[in-house]
């Protein structure tokens, strides 16, 4: 009697498991893009549309959010739902977490959402450093966290968090921005460690862009006239490069040639000599 009552408990156990995973592979993979109505966010929701992506497009701004995804729904023919969300509140954080939480079939997650700003630390106005913190760290903690516990039971699906090349130094006005980057950096790198040591196919990648061309610089009040066009890179660029690396599970991206050879050179360089170039570069560039 007992046997049978296994044998049954098995038999419903793997119908049930066997229609689940039916269901997920006829669901289309959803990708959540926070900072997703410009820039390189704008840029990820266009080309993972391209692959056929279902989209959950975050941002502040609704009406482009509505905008881009009605655009993107209508020549790609896939769902995309416009999320507005400020992610430095509590409240919009916690509800975007747990609608990533309950998404049986999330494969992908861009924590892209983040501002830069100017002037030295002790002379800005907290609330803005307070409020970059949020959305740089602790948005991409939560986030993440809501993620990773259905992919890895999944085993399936990835992170991409949005840091930038300046987490690799620090610069005089530009603080916390560079903090809040060196971490992530620092937070993704140790959570494919961790990933890697569960046995777990699913990948995390710490995508670091220079000078890219976006609203970035204008909504921090930052000068470009002293910037040189060779160091600029397109958001499409930044993203084609993410996602080639994303195939191939690299965990550091940094798009172009100049920006992967500095960052090897930062390696080797003392940090005396890194101070000073860096506090000479933010007075050319008027941010100090």
């Not at 408990?9 to 959803?30: N, P, Q």
């Not at 993107?72 to 916690?94: C, I, K, M, W, Y």
């Not at 892209?112 to 106005?125: I, P």
């Not at 992170?159 to 930038?164: E, G, P, R």
Request: hydrophobic share 45%; net charge positive; proline share 3%.
């Amino acid at each position: 009697m007992r046997d049978r009552i296994k044998r049954l408990f098995r038999f419903r156990y793997i119908r049930v498991t066997t229609c689940y995973r039916a269901i997920l592979i006829g669901m289309s993979g959803l990708a959540v893009i926070t900072g997703a109505s410009s820039g390189i966010g704008a840029a990820f929701a266009t080309a993972l549309a391209q692959r056929q992506y279902d989209l959950v497009l975050v941002a502040r701004r609704a009406d482009r959010l509505r905008e881009s995804a009605q655009s993107l729904a209508q020549t790609h023919g896939v769902n995309v739902e416009p999320f507005p969300a400020d992610l430095s509140s509590d409240r919009d954080l916690d509800h975007l977490a747990n609608r990533i939480a309950d998404a049986p079939n999330l494969d992908l997650l861009i924590n892209n959402a983040g501002f830069g700003s100017r002037g030295k630390f002790f002379e800005t106005d907290l609330a803005s450093q307070d409020r970059m913190h949020r959305l740089h760290v602790l948005a991409t903690v939560r986030l993440t966290h809501a993620a990773l516990k259905g992919m890895v039971a999944r085993a399936r699906g990835g992170v991409i968090n949005v840091s930038s090349v300046a987490g690799f130094w620090q610069a005089p006005g530009n603080v916390s921005y560079c903090a809040t980057k060196c971490w992530m950096n620092s937070f993704t790198e140790g959570l494919a460690q961790e990933l890697a040591s569960a046995g777990s196919p699913v990948k995390v990648q710490a995508l670091c862009p220079g000078y890219t061309r976006t609203e970035f610089q204008d909504a921090a009040g930052l000068s470009t006239e002293h910037i040189g066009d060779s160091m600029w890179i397109s958001a499409e660029e930044v993203v084609s490069e993410s996602l080639r690396g994303l195939d191939r599970g690299k965990i550091f991206v940094i798009p172009g040639w100049r920006y992967k050879a500095a960052t090897f050179l930062l390696k080797y360089t003392p940090r005396a000599i890194l101070h000073a170039a860096a506090t000479r570069q933010q007075r050319r560039l008027g941010r100090i």
